[in-house]
């Protein structure tokens, strides 16, 4: 609701609804701002061996269910360079970011 200094006013329409809402049982469960938050269940999967954290679980799950498949892992030195439109693409690699990636 807007402040009371704006003075507005509900309409008739609206205040039937609240009524009737009321009347209704007027079932509230409080803000969704204020429930706790729950981590939801990791949802099953086929390629089990895929998933390496909760995240994966996800993913993967909406990967099959619109009947697609995940990509392979990408190496070390493929993770280093980044995307391909970058102007240092053509770059060689350095080797300590590629030892770093592949230690996580």
Do not use: Y
């Amino acid at each position: 609701m807007p402040p009371p200094k704006a003075g507005k006013k509900l309409t008739p329409t609206q205040l039937g609804k609240l009524r009737q809402w009321i009347n209704e049982g007027a079932a509230w469960s409080g803000h969704w701002a204020f429930q706790p938050p729950t981590r939801p269940a990791t949802p099953a999967v086929r390629r089990k061996g895929w998933v390496q954290n909760s995240i994966d679980a996800f993913v993967l799950a909406r990967l099959e269910q619109d009947k697609l498949l995940p990509q392979v892992e990408a190496d070390p030195c493929r993770l280093c360079q980044g995307p391909l439109e970058s102007k240092e693409a053509k770059a060689p690699v350095n080797v300590q970011k590629v030892e770093a990636v592949s230690r996580h």
